[in-house]
């Protein structure tokens, strides 16, 4: 599928800062995705690139960038967790956020079947196993097969970011 007639692959003048301002008035949920290499170190990120994408079969997709510390590890693991985070779990989010090698010290969590971590009083947390990688730009789009799930949203609110901060629903 092409693009649309009058489209072309020249790069429009857009103002980066002024596009990424823009695009950051679509409100999105917050997780943290997490993986294990086959030498069984463990990785965390933060994203909110995040959405459904199929019910038959059960997909999600995330976006990573290229640059990401732990692009490598989510390139190569076959299964990948997302951990749907609470407006309560927002220094969570940031720790996952940032660069460094080790995000896990002082951090609780479980395990999935996969040995994937689980971080525990999410709203949702979806086991996947990864089942595509396309090319998305400065990031990839990693499709994955939802193989279960769990959820403890009762009571519970989710993390907002919007306009470059975070932020919460208000009911």
């Not at 990693?142 to 306009?163: A, C, H, M, T, W």
């Amino acid at each position: 599928m092409g693009r649309p007639v009058g489209w072309d692959d020249v790069s429009m003048n857009f103002d980066a800062r002024e596009l990424r301002n823009t695009l950051g008035r679509f409100a999105t949920g917050v997780t943290v995705i997490t993986t294990i290499d086959e030498k069984g170190e463990l990785f965390g990120v933060t994203a909110n690139s995040f959405s459904s994408l199929s019910l038959d079969p059960p997909l999600v997709l995330f976006c990573l960038d290229l640059k990401a510390l732990s692009f490598d590890a989510f390139q190569t693991a076959t299964h990948f967790n997302i951990n749907i985070l609470t407006d309560e779990q927002e220094e969570l989010s940031s720790h996952f956020a940032k660069s460094g090698t080790d995000k896990w010290t002082g951090v609780n969590y479980g395990t999935s079947e996969s040995g994937c971590p689980v971080l525990p009083d999410c709203i949702t947390t979806l086991e996947c196993s990864k089942r595509d990688v396309h090319d998305g730009g400065d990031h990839v789009i990693i499709v994955g097969k939802v193989e279960n799930f769990s959820n403890d949203s009762e009571g519970k609110r989710p993390l907002l970011f919007f306009q470059g901060r975070y932020n919460r629903l208000s009911v």
